[in-house]
């Protein structure tokens, strides 16, 4: 057993644990955080997706003692319950089915967003490609995507939007 330090949306925890325990088994069962998914747990779907260093991880396959930088899960959005434009997205288009992969989603597209504010259709679906759906939200998640990517435009104060345009 080791003892590692996570700093997880803004907070600081130590676990005791094995250090090739995967970072999702942490998350979910000792910090308690229920936004990523248990869904293949091969890093095949993206259920488990959270944000570390700007980028998509598939939490399932990451040992914990590899994680060096702070991670970002679905919970780490929303901070003092106030939406992120993509939760805001994905309720205004009604995205979930079933709703067990939509924190893959929601994670992939935040951290393409953070690097490609007006993504073209053919980015989204590059980038989401290997985000599985069972329930077939694509095209309503493509959709949301461009809203929340507009919402999050429109939010930027004009001097920002001017050196954007
Ligand atoms: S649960 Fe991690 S990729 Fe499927
Ligand atoms: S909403 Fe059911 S698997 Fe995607």
């Known amino acids: 057993m080791s003892r590692i330090t996570l700093k997880v949306n803004g907070s600081t925890h130590t676990v005791d644990v094995e250090p090739a325990t995967p970072l999702l088994y942490i998350l979910r069962n000792?910090?308690?955080l229920q936004g990523p998914r248990f869904g293949c747990g091969l890093g095949q779907c993206g259920a488990c997706t959270v944000i570390i260093n700007g980028a998509a991880v598939r939490s399932c396959i990451?040992?914990?003692s590899s994680v060096k930088s702070e991670i970002t899960t679905?919970?780490?959005l929303s901070p003092n319950g106030r939406l992120h434009p993509l939760q805001q997205a994905?309720?205004?288009e009604q995205v979930p089915q079933c709703g067990f992969c939509q924190n893959g989603q929601i994670?992939?597209?935040k951290a393409m967003l953070d690097k490609i504010p007006h993504p073209t259709d053919a980015q989204i679906r590059e980038t989401m490609n290997a985000t599985l759906c069972r329930c077939m939200t694509y095209y309503?998640?493509?959709t949301a995507i461009k809203r929340a990517a507009q919402a999050i435009a429109d939010a930027q104060p004009p001097s920002a939007k001017e050196v954007v345009a």
């Open 62 to 64: 990451l040992p914990v």
């Open 90 to 92: 994905w309720i205004d």
């Open 107 to 109: 994670m992939t597209a």
């Open 30 to 32: 000792d910090l308690r």
């Open 140 to 142: 309503r998640v493509q």
């Open 74 to 76: 679905l919970e780490g």
